[in-house]
C-alpha cells in the first residue's frame, strides 16, 4: 500500500537553531513529493515540491527538503528557525499512476513543530 | 482575489441531520477535491472532481455525496450525519499543470455530530 510517514509527532527547536521535520514514503515508481503548512484555524498552504533534478529542492520562508531515493525520505528542513514557523507541517505524495489527476495526494499524519524563544 | 472559499466555517449537527458544505473557487482551476482531517490521521481524499461535469470517489467516500455545480463550485454533502463524521472538512482546488501544480486550500469547515 502507498503510504506516507511523519514518525514525530512534535519537533521542539529553539529559535536560531537549525530544524529538521522528517518525512519517509512508500510509493512504487518515481513520486512527486510536497510539503504543506497549516497556521492555527487555517487552510493548509504549500511549501515546496520535488518533481525530478536537483535532490534538494528550496521553497517558501526559507525551507528547503531532501529528496533521498535510497532512503525513500524527504526531510524539511530551515538553517534557522523563527518563533513564526511553529505551525503544523504536512507530507505528501502524489504516486505516478499516470491517471492524470495530480490533486490525488496521500498526506502524512502530520507533525508540529514548536520554535521557543 | 478570495481563492477557496468555504462556508460555513463551524456547524453541529445532530446524529441524522442533512447539511451541505459550499466550497467556491475564483482561480479558474479545473480539479476541485474534498479532503477531511482528523487527528493523527493527516487528510483524507473524499471525493474529487477533475473536471466541471466530472466526480470521482477518493479514499473515504461513504456517508458523503458531492456536486460540481459548475467550474467554480463544488459542494459536499452529508445526508445523514453519524459521530463519525465529526471532522475539520476543506475544499481545495488544483493549479497547474504536473510539474507546476500545487493545491489551494480553504480555512476549512469544523463539524461536530453529536
Known amino acids: 500500500a502507498q503510504s506516507v510517514a511523519q514518525p514525530e509527532d512534535q519537533v521542539n527547536v529553539a529559535e536560531g537553531n537549525p530544524l529538521t521535520v522528517k518525512c519517509t514514503y512508500s510509493v512504487s515508481g518515481n513520486p512527486y513529493l510536497f510539503w504543506y503548512v497549516q497556521y492555527p484555524n487555517r487552510g493548509l498552504q504549500f511549501l515546496l515540491k520535488y518533481i525530478t533534478g536537483d535532490n534538494l529542492v528550496k521553497g517558501s520562508y526559507g525551507f528547503e527538503a531532501e529528496f533521498n531515493k535510497s532512503q525513500t525520505s524527504f526531510h524539511l528542513k530551515k538553517p534557522s528557525a523563527l518563533v513564526s514557523d511553529s505551525a503544523l507541517y504536512f507530507c505528501?505524495?502524489?504516486?505516478?499512476?499516470?491517471?492524470?489527476?495530480?490533486?490525488?495526494?496521500?498526506f502524512g499524519q502530520g507533525t508540529t513543530l514548536q520554535v521557543k524563544p | 482575489n478570495a481563492g477557496v472559499t468555504q462556508t460555513p466555517k463551524f456547524q453541529v449537527l445532530k446524529t441524522g441531520q442533512s447539511m451541505t458544505l459550499q466550497c467556491a473557487q475564483d482561480m479558474n482551476h479545473n480539479s476541485m477535491y474534498w479532503y477531511r482531517q482528523d487527528p493523527g490521521m493527516g487528510l483524507r481524499l473524499i471525493y474529487y472532481s477533475a473536471s466541471e461535469g466530472t466526480t470521482d470517489k477518493g479514499e473515504v467516500p461513504n456517508g458523503y455525496n458531492v456536486s460540481r455545480l459548475n467550474k467554480r463550485e463544488f459542494s459536499l454533502r452529508l445526508e445523514s450525519a453519524a459521530p463519525s463524521q465529526t471532522s475539520v472538512y476543506f475544499c481545495a482546488s488544483l493549479s497547474g499543470t504536473s510539474r507546476g501544480e500545487k493545491l489551494f486550500f480553504g480555512s476549512g469547515t469544523q463539524l461536530s455530530v453529536l
Open positions: 505528501a505524495v502524489r504516486p505516478p499512476d499516470g491517471s492524470g489527476n495530480t490533486g490525488k495526494l496521500i
